[in-house]
């Protein structure tokens, strides 16, 4: 019996090549942990919510209603998809396929563990914020094919948003590459070997988290999709499972931020014993867990002061911090 | 009715009937430039039940369900009102005890008013939260008038020269558990909302008012208040047992005071500290005795002539004009409700705000839009 499975895993790696297969049998991977990721996310972050406002959250389905969810994402894929007769057709139904594929990039490169990473590529990092942008083409996409005004002018919030936090968080993410000498993960995973980036760069950390808030679309930044102004933005119009690859997408990006965050400051898989995945998603989740604390907890700011904080105050200091670190650096070496 | 003019960059955008934020059936017919607002108009009428016209049909008597169904957040007061104003022009007056079971539980309704309007407002600004504190310390409220009216939103507790039932043995003491944990919560939200940059930034200086302004569009309640004009009427004008009892009326600084939307928040929520103190002092005073004026007929027939009743309720100057003929069915009830002179001022705020702003102002203004409608 054993001898079948290792016969037929030496044919597939001889016709796909090591490497190939890697990537085929991560990306599998990958794909499920984005759904089962997103399924705890969301039930993560309904219970949190719930304790956060008086309230217990859901627990009828499952214990303490973890398969609620699951529930959910059936009640999703059963609903009909509204196409409205104005709207571009084409455009419409591609924009939430592509908002959802390129999320899924960023897991070839994601380091979990010393050895649990599909590839390491020397652009990794690059590579994360490169489909990173990809998303609010997406959106725009969506918002603008709806041909409804209240998705319209979402779209048109998120691409101002989203060109204007990508730069604070390039930027902090830079001064942590300028340390770590590399653009690879693991890399710079390697390089917090004895102190973690957040001590030595507390600055980009912040300014990494803030950015990443607001490229993920969470409150307090949610402008894009703000239903006290909005209704819904960009994703008024979508119905069913349209609707639930946005809602994907979202929680997937998370936890890419998150995993970045805990890779760039964090330490990555590393912890006081026992180096090991365990502590990446700890991590990761950890920092999650503070995204929905703050969601439920502040109001929303307004479209233009959110473009002043980001052009006016994170910007300069995210170039402010890259200078000096790049100074201190050369200076140091 | 905007017109549609395709000379420029603008486009309209149709806010409402169905929209988040208009909290009931409110239409806003805005003209965008981006996101500025060039200008607004507002439609009603979404919500016409006709109540004037059905107290034209029916005795007071039959009447007296209606008026809470106005304005339902706030329904014991409109209830609280018609009655008052009934006994004036009948010349009826209610025994102590009612008066002051009616102004406890009016002041409780209120808070519970205020306090609806405080989640609502900052779940516009886009922070949930608050909002099911709001209701939590509200449930509690409700509870109460639950236990003495029999009913959570919409009263008929009042009666033509009394009240229906006598106080609980359990009111006093829920009453005053409630006092205290709404001033230990009243704490936490200043801390938490009104101490928030995000929640400032948002509200300072958005949706300014002046003093003349708010005159000129007969603002009244808590947002003429927060122009800095002291007007109540519970001081200027009062009505049942108010004279008794010792209370702040909540403005702002009048100097520094410029009636935006923040200064429309710290009244309403100074103006809960400030029921709290009267349902306080009012159980502490409540005298024993019956709870319906005696000799007093079932149903009501003031003598010829018309009569006019002002009364504070929770969103400004609620008034009452009844023509009557002698008989049990009035020839005329006018309403004067507070929220449609209160909208009428937002076309004048909105020109040169965003759209985020629009939410910001017109929660800060507190409408109920059956209220306007009726």
Known sequence: ?333 | MLRKTLTDDTFYLNMGPQHPSTHGVLRLLLRLDGERIVECEPVLGYSHRGHEHMAQTKSYLRFMPNPSRMDYLAGLMYNHAYCLALERACGVEAPRRAQYIRLICAELNRIASHLLWFGAYLLDLGGFTPFLYAFDDREDILAILGEVTGSRLTYSYCRFGGVARDLTPAFPQMTRAFIAKLRARLADYDTLVSKNIIFINRTKGIGPISREQARDYALSGPNLRACGIGHDLRRVEPCSVYPDLDFQTVTTNQDAGIGDCYDRYLVRMGEMAQSLDIVEQALELIPEGPIRAKGVPQEPAPPPGDYQFSYESARGLLSIYLVSDGSRVPVRMKWRTPSFSNLSILPLLLPGTLVADTVAILGSLDLVIPEIDR
């Open chain 1, 1 to 333: 019996m054993l001898n079948i499975f290792s016969e037929a895993w030496q044919a597939l790696l001889n016709f796909f090549g090591p490497l190939a297969l890697v990537l085929v049998v991560g990306l599998v991977v990958a794909l499920t942990y984005v759904q089962i990721n997103a399924l705890f996310l969301v039930w993560l972050e309904r219970k949190v919510a719930g304790h956060i406002q008086l309230r217990i959250g859901p627990k009828e389905v499952g214990p303490f209603g973890v398969l609620q969810t699951i529930v959910d994402g059936v009640k999703l894929l059963s609903k009909e998809l509204i196409t409205p007769r104005p709207a571009s057709w084409l455009l419409f139904v591609l924009s939430p396929i592509l908002v959802f594929m390129p999320v899924l990039v960023p897991f070839v490169v994601l380091p979990f563990g010393e050895n649990l990473q599909i590839r390491d590529l020397n652009v990794g990092l690059m590579l994360i914020f490169a489909f990173a942008g990809l998303n609010v083409l997406a959106i725009l996409m969506g918002g603008w094919a709806s041909n409804n005004k209240y998705a319209l002018l979402g779209a048109v919030r998120s691409v101002a948003q989203n060109v204007a936090y990508e730069i604070p968080l390039l930027l902090s993410a830079m001064s942590v590459v300028i340390m770590a000498n590399s653009l690879s993960l693991r890399a710079i995973v390697e390089a917090q070997q004895g102190l973690w980036f957040v001590f030595v760069q507390p600055v980009a950390a912040v300014l990494y988290l803030v950015g990443a808030t607001a490229e993920t679309n969470r409150a307090p930044f949610d402008i894009p999709e703000a239903e006290s102004e909005l209704v819904a933005g960009f994703h008024t119009e979508y119905s069913g499972m349209r609707f639930g690859l946005f809602f994907l997408a979202e929680y997937t990006n998370m936890f890419i931020v998150a995993s970045v965050a805990t890779t760039l400051f964090f330490g990555g898989w590393r912890g006081p014993i026992a180096d090991g995945p365990w502590w990446f998603l700890a991590k990761v989740y950890l920092l999650i867990f503070g995204v929905i604390w703050v969601r439920w907890t502040f109001p929303r700011l307004r479209f233009d002061q959110l473009m002043n904080l980001a052009w006016k105050y994170l910007i300069p200091i995210a170039l402010v911090n890259l200078l000096a670190t790049a100074l201190i650096l050369k200076l140091v070496r």
